[in-house]
């Protein structure tokens, strides 16, 4: 823990664990099943916390309950400390902030180990943000988590909830549900602060699950809870040194559930991007992009096309030149701040229709002779790529075709490339490669039925 704001600290009365406890709405929550998004068997789980022993009050008893399975079932287990914990005592007259560093890591070190089962295995990293200040390292981190997970479609992220009510465990949050969204990982939330501070008519019962805990996962809970020495005693008789997680705090953890919260995953970074930057690609100035666009258009099969898609258009500048050859534009942005600059850019266009939708889960109804997606494929994760690859092939007309332009360069942060991108969509049966340009920096693709190949006699 971290010592809190005045009006929230962790020795104010808060709620206590009864009133949660008594709570008539636990019988009804869903149990949780282990494993990876879809249903799919689990191979590794990253579990992320704010400061030293949040990992243990929100989730030793998942970990115990994996750690304890055979080996062919169990899966990789990590876990990642964003910050070590230094300032838990602000005023402490005898421990130095490096030196609570450094108990803190050796306490959680312990912690792990008093798991049981193959806790010897649990890697456990501490990624070094300043205690108070994660939010200063959000983008790095989401950079580094995505980094770490890659394909998360059988990996499970757990990590503190969004809305806790702490700095530094919502900012934890945030950083871990942009790396799900990025990665595919199927994330879960723990609350620490919530429990304490809010009360049940409070809680997002409609995304809870509660995972039961047996006898040995309730002991071996407890344990590692208690190995945290200098959160849960005094560091010593004087003022400053007192402890910080008092019987009544502990009382929210040690019982014979975990409680978790399912919700769907977001980023903001994107959308962030575009709110604080006018034009962030430089689509109205940078040569690549004007060029980019002229291929693009040049790849067109027809000199007049129906109804066209635009996934991903961000600012809109590709609408309007598509909006040239094409009967009926409907481009389609996730981001609010990019949709509503696309709207502007084309309010003058009666058959441009642009709209916030987040695919591929949002596909807009209907059949399109053409789906471009330039330059956004990669801020997709490979599960929701494949899936937006089938929805593409779906929602294609008989002699459609899919206009692919990517950027060939590694992207930071996102476990996609443009090729990986490119090469999903021509895995999928049935398309032939109809055009292609590459060059150092980008690559654009055409793809549509046998059918489309060009007639070398008209």
Known sequence: ???????????????????????????????????ARD????????????????????????????LVLPDEQRPEIEVVLLTAGERSHPASPTHSRERLAELRMEESRAAVLALGGAAEQVALTCWGSADGAV?????RWTERLATLIGDGSRTLLVGPWRHDGHTDHDAAGRICAAAARRTGARLLEYPIWFWHRAQPQDAPW????????????????REAVHCHTTQVRPLSEAPGDETLLLTGMLA?????????????????????????????????????????????????????HGRVLEVGCSTGVLTRELAGRCEEVLAVDSSPAAVAA????????????????LLPEDWPDGRYDVVVVSEVGYFLSPVDLDSLVRQVAHGLTRDGVVLLAHWRHPVQGWPLDGAAVHRAFEALPGWSRLAQYQDRDVEL?????????????A
């Open 39 to 66: 249903g799919r068997r689990l191979e590794r789980v990253v579990v992320v916390a704010a400061h030293p022993d949040d990992e243990s009050a929100g989730a030793a008893g998942l970990m115990t309950r994996l």
């Open 445 to 457: 693709l055409l793809l549509g039925p046998p059918s489309r190949m060009p007639d070398p006699t």
């Open 252 to 304: 929210h953890f040690l019982g014979e559930q975990e409680v978790f919260v399912e919700a769907p995953a977001r980023d903001e970074t994107l959308d962030a991007l575009h709110r604080e930057v006018e034009e962030p690609w430089g689509a109205d100035t940078r040569w690549y992009e004007e060029r980019k666009r002229a291929l693009a258009l040049a790849m067109l099969p027809d000199r007049r």
């Open 135 to 139: 939010a200063d390292d959000e983008a």
């Open 1 to 35: 823990m971290v010592a809190v704001t005045a009006e929230f600290r962790h020795d104010s009365p808060g709620t206590p664990a009864s009133a949660w406890h008594e709570d008539r709405r636990w019988s009804a929550l869903p149990l949780l099943e282990l494993s």
């Open 206 to 221: 409609v995304d809870l699950r509660r995972l039961p805990l047996d006898p040995a996962a309730c002991t071996a809970k």
């Open 342 to 357: 696309a709207r502007r850019r084309n309010d003058d266009l009666p058959h441009v229709e642009v709209q916030q939708r």
